[in-house]
Structure formats: structure tokens, C-alpha cells
């Protein structure tokens, strides 16, 4: 695997992969990669020749009382796990590399921006959109793969390709889960043993209303009547507090009471916020 952490270096070995004719699959990560991260390279795999993953903890996405400073880094570990794992690439550069000290630009995908996470963490998906606008200039891939996990940045993603023209095909990958049904996250880290086994109540309790609004006749009382058991379940089970929990249109991410739609949620553990979702189809 070659390991790159500059940009001109890293152009150069993606020019001359393009000059060969290999077609370039591209994962950007955040690092403390898990099982979920290594689903997405195994699709990039499957879907090109060569491919790059990066590891780069962006600032720009983190709020200012978030867990940056504390947010695992593991970046020796990780390069053993890409390396058994048949990465051709990784490209892991520091701050400055990425963002230059003049550097003033954002991008504003319009009302994807607006709701669910936008709402709590407002700097997070401009922060996402910069930074992967700036990877796919410098990796210039031919496809990326990005996880239904975070499943509105997948959607804001998709959204920057179309409205920037990006000539990038965007794969998504499904949710990798724990045994338990927790959804794999760096940040399950930060969870006790206990907080583990109650954080794995979430995919229980989405499955529930998943259940209940598939085979009610889903009138909107009856959805509303299940969100509202669902949001009861969560405080029940030791959560001290739901962000929000919302069924919402799969493309524009807009509330709704018809399926096929998806189910999202951002519930918090003691310290530590999690996020999971559910297609309701
Ligand atoms: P992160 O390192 O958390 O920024 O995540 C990098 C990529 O991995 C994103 O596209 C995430 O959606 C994806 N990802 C994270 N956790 C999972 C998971 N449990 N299953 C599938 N994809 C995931």
C-alpha cells in the first residue's frame, strides 16, 4: 500500500493509475476504521481498480463544544487493517495540507442543510460538503462510497455531485451492525460496556415502529401514535435525550406519513451522541 500525505504526491500516483487506464474507487474516512469501513472498500473493490482510502479528522465539520480533540485516532493501527486489506492507497494528510490559512470558501447545499442534523449541528454538513469537494479535486475518483449510516450526508453528497457536476459515481453502502444491532461508529468507543448493551436497544426499537407502520393501515395518526411509542421506549431505556426521531422522504428528506420513507434518529447516551436510521419500505 502506498501512503501518501501530500497532494502532489498523491496526484501523481493517481495520474499515472489514469494514464494506465485504471478506473479509480475512492472512501474518504475519518480513520478508527471498523468493520463498516471495510464494507465500503470492499464495494469500492468491486466497483473499480484501484482504490484510496483517506483518513482526515476534518475541523471544519466539528461544532465547537464537539469531541474533535477527543475523537479516536488510530492511525497506525488503521494502516495495518488497510494493508491486509488490499488498499492500494491512502492518502492521510494533515490540516495544513487540506486547508490553506486564506482558505474562505463554503458551499451551501440548500434545504438538505436545514433539517435533522442541521438543526443540532449546524456546522457539520457545510463542514462534510467542503471537505468532500476537496477530496474529490485532489483523488479525482471515478466512483466513492459513502455509508447509509450517516444517511443525510449521503443524501447531501449525492446533492453536491448533481448540483457541481462531478463526474463521480456515488455508491452507497448498507449499514454494517454488532451482532447486538448497534450500527458500527468510531464513536461507539466511547461507550462503557453497559451504555454498549443499551445503545444496541436502538436498532430493537427501529425495527419495532418499522414493524408497526408496515402492517398498520399508516394513517398518519397511527405513525404518529408509533413515533410517539418509539420516543417513549428511547427515554425509557435509559437514553437521557432524543435529538430528534423523524420519518422523513428517502430523497429530500422532508417529513412524511406515506412509505416507502426512512426513519432517522440522534439520541444521546450519558456523553455520547449517536445516530442510526431505518428504511421503511
Ligand atoms: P467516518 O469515518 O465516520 O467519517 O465514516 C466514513 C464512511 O464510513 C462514511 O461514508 C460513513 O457513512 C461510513 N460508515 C460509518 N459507519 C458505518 C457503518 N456502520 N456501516 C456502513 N458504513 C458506515
Known amino acids: 500500500m502506498q501512503i501518501f500525505n501530500t497532494k502532489s504526491a498523491l496526484k ?3 495520474k499515472s493509475h489514469k494514464i494506465n487506464g485504471k478506473k479509480i474507487g ?6 478508527a476504521l471498523h468493520d463498516g469501513h471495510l464494507s465500503l472498500i470492499e464495494i469500492a473493490k468491486e466497483n473499480s481498480d484501484i482504490v484510496v482510502v483517506s483518513i482526515f ?5 466539528f461544532g465547537e463544544n464537539e469531541d474533535l480533540d477527543k475523537y479516536p485516532r488510530q492511525l497506525e493501527t488503521d494502516i495495518e487493517l488497510l494493508k491486509n486489506y488490499g488498499v492500494d492507497i491512502l492518502f492521510s494528510p494533515n490540516f495544513e495540507e487540506i486547508y490553506s490559512k486564506d482558505s474562505q470558501t463554503t458551499i451551501n447545499i440548500g434545504s438538505i442543510d436545514k433539517t435533522l442534523e442541521s ?4 456546522e457539520f454538513l457545510s463542514g462534510v460538503m467542503l471537505i468532500v469537494a476537496k477530496l474529490f479535486n485532489i483523488v479525482t475518483p471515478d466512483i466513492a462510497v459513502f455509508g447509509q449510516k450517516d444517511y443525510q450526508q449521503l443524501c447531501a453528497v449525492k446533492k ?12 452507497s453502502a448498507p ?14 468507543a466511547y461507550l462503557s460496556g453497559d451504555e454498549r448493551k443499551m445503545a444496541a436497544n ?5 425495527s419495532q415502529a418499522k414493524t408497526e407502520i408496515l402492517v ?12 410517539k411509542t418509539l420516543k417513549n421506549n428511547i427515554l425509557n431505556s435509559g437514553f437521557n435525550k432524543i435529538d430528534y426521531i423523524e420519518l422523513v422522504d428517502k430523497d429530500n428528506l422532508q417529513p412524511t406519513f406515506q412509505t416507502p420513507a426512512i426513519l432517522l434518529l440522534a439520541v444521546h447516551l450519558g456523553n455520547v451522541r449517536l445516530i442510526d436510521n431505518m428504511i421503511i419500505e
Open 202 to 206: 436502538i436498532y430493537k426499537f427501529l
Open 160 to 171: 453536491l455531485v448533481h448540483d457541481l457536476d462531478f463526474a463521480i459515481d456515488i455508491i
Open 57 to 61: 479528522v476534518n475541523p471544519k465539520q
Open 26 to 31: 475512492f472512501v474518504p474516512t475519518m480513520g
Open 12 to 14: 501523481s500516483a493517481i
Open 216 to 227: 398498520s393501515n399508516k394513517t398518519k395518526q397511527e405513525i404518529i401514535h408509533t413515533i
Open 175 to 188: 449499514i454494517m451492525r454488532e451482532e447486538s444491532g448497534l450500527a458500527m461508529s468510531s464513536r461507539n
Open 119 to 122: 438543526k443540532f449541528r449546524p
